[in-house]
């Protein structure tokens, strides 16, 4: 009986522990990428005021037509969004002109970057998601 306990214990702890996400981990990486690649070119940028059933994937494919973007959003945005699963409604989120950007040897760089960093912390979840992982860098690829 001693041994049935001790082995289901020893499995809830592993579990545990490989199950384990730290999303204060995760948001410190985000911050940590938005730190370090201000300079976008916002002049001229929109806004939108985040609703209810909104994602930033949905965000960036209304304003870009391409959903592979939002970390754009997100870098514009930066002191409002920390972290891409924490959107709220009633949050204003900035939305750069990718165009002006692209063309700005700064603003290009700056969302290359981003798109690099964002791939990497994707790349480094428990279970990453390849396809916003490729998404992301090919999107960095064509800048």
């Known amino acids: 009986m ?34 370090a690649n201000a300079g976008l070119d916002l002049t ?19 304003a870009y037509n391409d959903g592979f973007y939002y970390p754009v959003i997100m870098l514009a945005s930066h002191g409002v969004v920390v972290n891409p699963d924490k959107i709220k409604p009633g949050m204003v989120l900035t939305l750069p002109d990718l165009e ?11 969302m290359k970057n981003c798109l690099i960093g964002f791939a990497n ?17 090919a999107r960095a690829d064509d800048l």
Do not use: H
């Open 100 to 110: 002006k950007n692209k063309s700005n040897p700064n603003g290009r760089k700056c």
């Open 121 to 137: 912390i994707e790349k480094n979840k428990t279970n990453p998601n390849w396809r916003l992982i490729d998404g992301f860098r």
């Open 44 to 62: 001229g940028a929109g806004t939108y005021t985040v609703k209810k059933g909104d994602t930033l994937s949905n965000i960036s494919r209304r």
């Open 2 to 35: 001693k041994k049935i306990l001790l082995t289901a214990l020893i499995i809830c702890v592993m579990l545990a522990v490989s199950c384990k996400s730290n999303p204060k981990d995760t948001d410190e990486q985000y911050q940590n990428l938005y730190d």
